[in-house]
């Protein structure tokens, strides 16, 4: 008799529910999926309180850093790219740890403490369909070349999209060029912003990272990707970031960029014996 009952409840209880829903009550619809942030620190972050005046520009293209040492540098380039309020970010790092296809991006949004960064799916479906992008949410779990800069674009830019891409070490010169081409088709005319997440000379004292950012400093005014793509790790991270981007802006005939910002942890630390990363930012107007 109990289970009699009992069953005849829950019937009932199933019953409401399909009632109230054939009433107009939607079915609950899952929140988009995202990448959880294991990345952020509280004190690596200004919370817009970096003092700098702000220049109203134009600005299609950006060079950041991802060492959150420099988070005041970030923090100086996101705050002059809030004036625009793209709608877009295409946020270009390197894949440090090679995981995965040669090119990735994730259709997955980005958990921040100031909420989720959300994906700009229809780009990252023109990307896929190209065949030059490959979709993989696992690896971008634990790549700080994106996660690092997801709270500066969540502050900064609550509505912006995001659409993240990683680069193998060793994309060449021509599959740079061709990703930056594509990019440039897809933004042009648009509200859109590419961003290239970019550390620069490592493990050197700072003297020589000085020395290394002089000769970086020197390719990049003359667009030498030639001579970009065969700098190593003591210079750069990423040649293929760079590559990206300034292939883009060439294609958008935006090539005339200022620099910033050039520094070292040595500098920022005050401390000439330990082993340096080198940042750069850089805007393009």
Do not use: C
């Amino acid at each position: 008799m109990i289970l009699i009952i009992i069953s005849l409840g829950v019937l009932l209880l199933l019953a409401m529910e399909e009632n109230s829903l054939s009433e107009g009550e939607a079915t609950p619809v899952p929140s988009s999926q995202a990448v959880y942030d294991s990345f952020f620190d509280p004190r690596s972050f200004s919370y817009g309180n970096n003092g700098d005046s702000i220049e109203e520009s134009k600005i299609f293209g950006a060079v950041v850093p991802h060492h959150l040492l420099a988070y005041k540098l970030i923090d100086s380039v996101f705050t002059k790219i809030a004036l625009e309020k793209p709608s877009t970010i295409i946020l270009i790092g390197p894949n440090h740890f090679n995981q995965g296809p040669r090119i990735l991006t994730t259709s997955w949004g980005w958990q921040t403490p100031f909420g989720i960064v959300e994906s700009d799916q229809t780009i990252i479906d023109s990307l896929a369909a190209s065949q030059m992008v490959k979709v993989n949410e696992e690896v971008f779990k634990a790549e700080h070349s994106i996660g690092n800069l997801m709270p500066f674009l969540k502050f900064y830019l609550p509505e912006t999209r995001l659409v993240p891409i990683i680069l193998h070490h060793d994309v060449t010169r021509q599959e740079a060029r061709e990703l930056g081409k594509y990019l440039a088709e897809l933004v042009e005319d648009k509200n859109y912003l590419i961003m290239a997440s970019v550390d620069f000379s490592h493990y050197l004292t700072r003297e020589a990272a000085e020395l290394k950012d002089r000769e970086t400093i020197e390719a990049l005014e003359n667009k030498n990707m030639g001579k970009i793509f065969s700098m190593g790790n003591d210079y750069l991270d990423s040649p293929a970031s760079i590559g990206v981007l300034f292939s883009a802006m060439e294609e958008l005939s935006k090539e005339d960029f200022r620099i910033l910002d050039n520094t070292n942890s040595g500098v920022i630390l005050n401390n000439d014996l330990i082993e340096t990363t080198s940042y750069f930012t850089l805007i393009f107007e």
